[in-house]
């Protein structure tokens, strides 16, 4: 079976239909979603050039229709994908592959779908399609990703725990990517904390890479959610990881590097934070490590200094004092000055009306970035000043 996604990333271009999402979302059953698991069953199309191809066909069952000549119209599409895309039905099986999700307790999460994490579709290459294994919660909006290198230090290894537990404790979701050394050790804080923490695997979920981390795996399913966006069969390549770093930093308010040589798969990810405008911050090491040699560029290079998780909580301006829970009557709106907020708080506060109000609408005239906003609602949905509605929208409490 092919996999999903072929590691296809060179089609980027700036289209806000990409990410700009629908008025209302719900949760989608698999065999409604049979024509776009067909496409993307294709070798060769990524989300990106999905996109393209909806743009200029209109729908997927639009495309799976169209001719080779009419197919390759589009940039990007040459002659072999275009043959691939129009033998798509005939020789594609997604209802098999619908069902090894079910006999398996995997969910398969579509990008217009209601479940489909906020922070990841805003990015400007979202996966299409998530296979997951537990499940996301709006707590989840406020999430860090800790990274590093594999081949880790006790001192690295003992950071990564430290700050995943701090963090949990503090409301964060810790997302990594189950690898061995920083990764693993990120996860085991989080849990170790009573936390929540998602795990994004270069490979399918039924294919689980390194295979000594399936305990972990299981906690972590137990305590959040395992996700990928390969077919459940896909086998880890060298391709597969980069891919995936994309999708942990997209996932995330904020990228942490511990531990982190000069050559570094987390230094990709760091990378693909900056690019999605998210936070990066680094734990400095021995000056004399090579596995310290990365984080101390990066924060050379302008990455926030973390000793602590009060740096990281006191960086991100919103999230201070996530803990605080104020009591108030349901229906009694208060000024935000009566509540102690800062400048965005109050912003996104004032948005929210005591009517279902469109989050995609807060940040269109809220002046703050998509993932600012979203940060903030979590706050004040933990200071219990909101709450969150059906299809996208919040409520003032």
């Known amino acids: 079976m092919n996999t999903l996604f072929d590691g296809h990333t060179g089609d980027r271009e700036n289209d806000d239909s990409i990410t700009s999402p629908p008025e209302s979302r719900r949760h989608y059953e698999s065999e409604e979603l049979i024509p776009e698991i067909t496409l993307s069953m294709v070798g060769g199309v990524g989300s990106m050039l999905t996109q393209r191809l909806i743009n200029h066909f209109g729908d997927v069952e639009s495309i799976l229709a169209a001719?080779?000549?009419?197919?390759?119209?589009?940039?990007?599409?040459?002659?072999?994908?275009?043959?691939?895309?129009?033998?798509?039905r005939s020789l594609c099986n997604p209802e098999a592959l619908i069902a090894q999700c079910r006999e398996n307790g995997i969910s398969l999460i579509a990008k217009k779908d209601a479940r489909y994490p906020e922070l990841l579709r805003k990015i400007h290459d979202p996966p299409v399609f998530l296979f997951v294994q537990g499940e996301f919660?709006?707590?989840?909006?406020?999430?860090?990703?800790?990274?590093?290198?594999?081949?880790?230090?006790?001192?690295?290894?003992?950071q990564a725990e430290?700050?995943?537990?701090?963090?949990?404790?503090?409301?964060?979701?810790?997302?990594?990517?189950l690898a061995r050394g920083i990764d693993g050790a990120a996860h085991r804080g989080a849990?170790?904390?009573?936390?929540?923490?998602?795990?994004v695997l270069g490979s399918g979920l039924l294919n689980l890479f390194p295979a000594e981390h399936r305990q972990l795996a299981d906690e972590v399913t137990e305590h959040g959610a395992l996700i990928?966006?390969?077919?459940?069969?896909?086998?880890?390549?060298?391709?597969?990881?980069?891919?995936?770093?994309?999708?942990?930093?997209?996932?995330?308010?904020?990228?942490l590097i511990v531990e982190a040589p000069?050559?570094?798969?987390?230094?990709?990810?760091?990378?693909?934070?900056?690019?999605?405008?998210?936070?990066?911050?680094?734990?400095?090491?021995?000056?004399d490590h090579e596995s310290s040699r990365g984080c101390h560029r990066l924060i050379r290079d302008g990455a926030i200094l973390v000793e602590s998780a009060d740096d990281i909580l006191e960086h991100l301006g919103p999230l201070i004092k996530p803990a605080q829970h104020p009591k108030l009557d349901t229906g009694t709106i208060r000024h935000p000055a009566?509540?102690?907020?800062?400048e965005p708080e109050t912003t996104v506060l004032q948005l929210v009306g005591v009517s279902p109000t469109p989050i995609d609408t807060i940040i269109v005239h809220s002046g703050l970035l998509p993932h600012q906003v979203l940060a903030t609602l979590g706050v004040l949905e933990m200071r219990r000043l909101i709450r969150r509605g059906e299809a996208n929208t919040v409520v003032r409490m």
């Not at 709006?138 to 990703?145: G, M, T």
């Open 228 to 255: 990928s966006e390969y077919v459940p069969d896909q086998r880890p390549d060298k391709g597969t990881f980069p891919q995936r770093n994309r999708i942990v930093s997209g996932l995330s308010l904020g990228v």
């Open 67 to 88: 001719s080779e000549s009419q197919l390759q119209a589009v940039e990007g599409i040459g002659s072999k994908i275009a043959k691939s895309i129009s033998l798509a």
């Open 137 to 158: 919660k709006p707590a989840d909006d406020l999430a860090i990703a800790i990274v590093g290198t594999r081949h880790t230090t006790h001192y690295g290894r003992t």
């Open 262 to 287: 000069r050559k570094s798969g987390a230094l990709i990810t760091a990378s693909q934070a900056g690019e999605q405008g998210r936070e990066v911050f680094a734990v400095p090491g021995p000056v």
């Open 191 to 199: 849990l170790a904390a009573n936390g929540r923490t998602i795990a």
């Open 338 to 342: 009566e509540l102690q907020l800062n």
């Open 162 to 177: 430290r700050l995943a537990a701090e963090l949990s404790q503090s409301g964060f979701t810790i997302v990594s990517g």
